[in-house]
């Protein structure tokens, strides 16, 4: 067994689609990046292919490459996951954490669990997701940006 860790997170801006956990959630401010800038699944991603010693999202998906520009990040995750099967590894559980003030994810978690379940074909049981805000401090206090934490065991 292995243990993974990732980080990741994007700025906030009006006009943009808010898309977290592998669903679009309506919010007037929407996570800026190449892709849909879907900070939780990259976090997640990160942390699988740290935990298989794959480098990281950035190597494989570079925000530098048309291919990637606008894409669904459920896509990375899916590709991911092969990755991680193709070097002989399996996901094992996934505990992660959304840093944000607005808006309240608590109610959006079961559905981020699904999707992200049902992309990486494993047990929804295996996928933890948290949300918390920062009390108001720092850039995700002040409402700039959204952050996200995973740590994954790997097979």
Not at 17 to 26: H, T, V
Not at 92 to 111: C, F, H, M
Request: proline share 5%; with cysteine.
């Amino acid at each position: 067994m292995r243990i993974g860790f990732g980080y990741d997170v994007h700025a906030l801006s009006e006009g943009r689609e808010l898309w977290i956990g592998g669903i679009r959630i309506d919010h007037p401010y929407g996570l800026v990046g190449h892709s849909d800038a879907d900070v939780l699944i990259h976090a997640v991603c990160d942390a699988l292919l740290g935990a298989a010693n794959l480098r990281d999202i950035g190597y494989h998906f570079p925000d530098t490459s048309e291919t990637y520009e606008h894409i669904d990040s459920k896509i990375l995750l899916r590709e991911t996951v092969y990755l991680l099967r193709k070097a002989g590894y399996e996901p094992g559980n996934i505990d992660a954490t959304v840093a944000a003030e607005q808006p309240r994810l608590s109610p959006y978690i079961p559905e981020m669990q699904k999707t992200m379940a049902e992309v990486m074909n494993i047990p929804v049981n295996d996928i933890s997701i948290k949300a918390t805000t920062t009390e108001k401090l720092g850039f995700t206090g002040r409402r700039e940006g959204i952050a996200a934490y995973a740590v994954v065991l790997i097979k």
